[in-house]
């Protein structure tokens, strides 16, 4: 059965920094990763997604990086902004249209 | 991408009654999911919904309690059946776009059971 989880759970940093938020799961047979972030009571907006054949996607101040074989995906945010603050979440299927399994989250809160 | 509209955004219910939550996409999409995110917890999967047969449900959720209609490419409906406080949690609709594999969500639809 496959587990998803975050480290770390919380994250409180000033504006400005450099962050790396990370992903791990238990069983490398993916069909591909995504990250998400989510504002308090709202959905998901897709982040970042990373085919089980790639080694990282970037879009604008967001990389994220995939490493199949020991279960790890970071998501990197450069530049941080108080905007930016909300919980990133980590999200794996086994195959194309199963079951996405979520990580818990990180909640990141970015200081003006 | 695909754009996804949840109605209602949020409720608040007696215990005892049944609410059904409506997920409209932008486009015709095969297959649409449906979500409970319960407070402070992360997202689980409660069924699939494919047009044009029965939805599957993952464990731990049945049917006579989350009964889920899909009538066309772009449309679906969960109910929450006989709520309880438990019941209390957002719930999300979501679509693979494009066939990609890549998930896209909709606003979710908060409820509280009294």
């Known amino acids: 059965k496959q587990e998803v989880t975050q480290i770390p759970a919380a994250l409180s940093v000033p504006e400005g920094e450099n962050l790396v938020l990370n992903c791990s799961f238990t069983d490398s047979a993916i069909y591909n990763l995504q990250w998400f972030r989510q504002d308090p009571g709202k959905g998901l907006t897709s982040l970042l997604l990373?085919?089980?054949?790639?080694r990282e996607q970037t879009s604008g101040r967001l990389n994220a990086s995939l490493d199949k074989s020991s279960g790890r995906s970071t998501l990197y945010i450069a530049a941080s902004q108080p905007g930016d603050s909300a919980t990133y979440l980590c999200?794996?299927?086994?195959?194309?249209?199963?079951?996405?399994?979520f990580g818990p989250g990180t909640r990141l809160s970015v200081l003006p | 991408s695909a754009v996804i509209s949840q109605k209602p955004s949020r409720d608040i219910c007696q215990r005892g009654t049944s609410l059904t939550i409506q997920c409209q996409v932008d486009?015709?999409?095969?297959?649409m999911f449906w979500y409970r995110q319960q407070p402070g917890q992360s997202l689980t999967l409660i069924a699939t919904a494919n047009q044009g047969s029965e939805a599957t449900y993952e464990s731990g959720f049945v049917i006579d309690k989350f009964p889920i209609s899909r009538p066309n490419l772009t449309f679906s409906t969960l109910t929450v059946s006989n709520m309880s406080p438990e019941d209390s949690s957002i719930y999300l609709c979501?679509?693979?776009?494009?066939?990609?594999?890549?998930?896209?969500f909709g606003e979710g639809s908060r409820l509280t059971v009294l």
């Open positions: 979501s679509v693979d776009g494009g066939g990609t594999g890549e998930l896209f």
């Open positions: 999200a794996v299927p086994r195959n194309y249209g199963q079951n996405f399994v």
């Open positions: 990373i085919q089980s054949s790639q």
């Open positions: 486009s015709q999409v095969t297959m």
